[in-house]
């Protein structure tokens, strides 16, 4: 079992930076492929980015490649979001979640990821 807590979300100006970190409890974790995704109101979620358990391989969205960037500190059990060049429409929920699976890709599908955290809000705003 794995429990997630994500943090670092708030409110920042378009072009601000942020990062969210996401914690998971659970001597696993070094075996978890971890995965950001984000729901808008009226949306559907969607994955932003996702980073595979030993950290060497990392996916991310068209619509954020070169300003987000996952990164993960085993040592620490905890993932990071970096979040930079923040635009109107990255406004949303993040969440983190954590799937335990034998391939060597991370994915984006949520339905996929059992382990969820209870998000964090990021709005973007002048």
């Known amino acids: 079992q794995l429990r997630i807590v994500e943090s670092g979300g708030g409110l920042v100006q378009p072009g601000g930076s942020l990062r969210l970190s996401c914690v998971v409890s659970?001597?696993?974790?070094?075996?978890?492929?971890i995965g950001w995704f984000r729901q808008a109101p009226g949306k559907e979620r969607e994955g932003v980015s996702c980073?595979?358990?030993?950290?060497?391989?990392?996916y991310s969205a068209d619509s954020v490649k070169g300003r987000f960037t996952i990164s993960r500190d085993n040592a620490k059990n905890t993932v990071y979001l970096q979040m930079t060049d923040l635009k109107p429409e990255d406004t949303a929920v993040y969440y983190c979640?954590?799937?335990?699976?034998?391939?060597?890709?991370?994915?984006?599908?949520?339905?996929?990821?059992?382990?969820w955290g209870q998000g964090t809000q990021v709005t973007v705003s002048s």
């Open positions: 659970g001597s696993r974790f070094v075996a978890a492929h």
């Open positions: 979640a954590a799937i335990l699976d034998s391939q060597s890709q991370c994915v984006f599908e949520s339905w996929k990821y059992p382990y």
């Open positions: 980073i595979t358990r030993g950290g060497s391989n990392t």
